[in-house]
């Protein structure tokens, strides 16, 4: 996908059923109207033709996936989404509440219970709205040596003390600087940003499981959980999803 940068509000809508593509469709254009939001809508009808579609089309800001497609499902399609773009919302709709433990492998934003109540879409659009404006203006500005380079907080998978020393672990890039965590910390006081432990302060948006094993960040990392954080941070990854 290609991104642009815009004021309006890229949605595509993935249902291979007809008639729920298009009431999900006229829900979004009336949450438009009412909000004065521009919005440009993608319709398909399977997840071969997002695929197909996907390299082609501008960025997307926000997409519905119906889970319970043919041949490729939503969730299969999520996945191969975040293969290419971390920020996008994903909102499943469903009509088993069965599949939402599934999403957080995908960070889904939402899931949304078939029949879809035109309320929970409303909100669901207005809270990713807000989200991508506060997004454009969370970042931090930390100095390496004479450099000083501006880092969105919401592209940080974790951090990291090691000795005097942070170290900011983004989806491509490992930035490590002098600084103590107890001050660093104070700039991450979003409810996404959450401390496992002493040394580890972990973005729930990337979190794919948590045991006692330790917390799974994107699938290939696992942190360590102090004893003493468990419920806190079970408590915060629960809020963060159903809020």
């Known amino acids: 996908m290609k991104r642009e940068d815009c004021q309006l509000m890229r949605i595509a809508i993935c249902e291979d059923n007809e008639e729920h593509l298009e009431i999900l469709e006229e829900m979004v254009n009336r949450w438009a109207k009412e909000e004065g939001k521009p919005v440009a809508i993608g319709r398909y009808q399977s997840a071969e033709q997002f695929l197909f579609c996907m390299k082609d089309e501008p960025h997307y ?47 889904a934003f939402r899931y949304l219970i078939k029949p879809l109540q035109e309320d929970e879409v409303f909100q669901a659009l207005t809270k990713a709205s807000q989200m991508m404006e506060d997004r454009k203006r969370e970042a931090i500005i930390v100095k390496r040596g004479d450099e000083s380079c501006r880092i969105f907080k919401e592209d940080i998978y974790y951090i990291e003390v090691d000795n005097h020393h942070i170290i900011l672990h983004l989806h491509e890039e490992i930035i490590r600087f002098k600084a103590k965590m107890k001050e660093f910390e104070m700039q991450f006081k979003e409810p996404q940003f959450c401390k496992c432990h002493r040394s580890y302060i972990v973005n729930l948006k990337y979190v794919g499981r948590i045991s006692r094993e330790g917390v799974e960040v994107d699938g290939k990392k696992t942190l360590p959980i102090s004893k003493s954080r468990w419920d806190a941070l079970n408590h915060c990854y629960m809020e963060y999803y159903m809020t």
Request: hydrophobic residues 45%; glycine residues 4%.
């Open 61 to 107: 800001d926000l997409a519905f996936l119906d889970i319970q497609m043919s041949k490729i499902s939503g969730l299969q399609l999520a996945k191969m989404i975040r293969e290419e773009d971390r920020l996008i919302f994903l909102i499943f709709t469903t009509a088993l509440k069965k599949y939402a433990p599934k999403g957080y492998e995908v960070s």
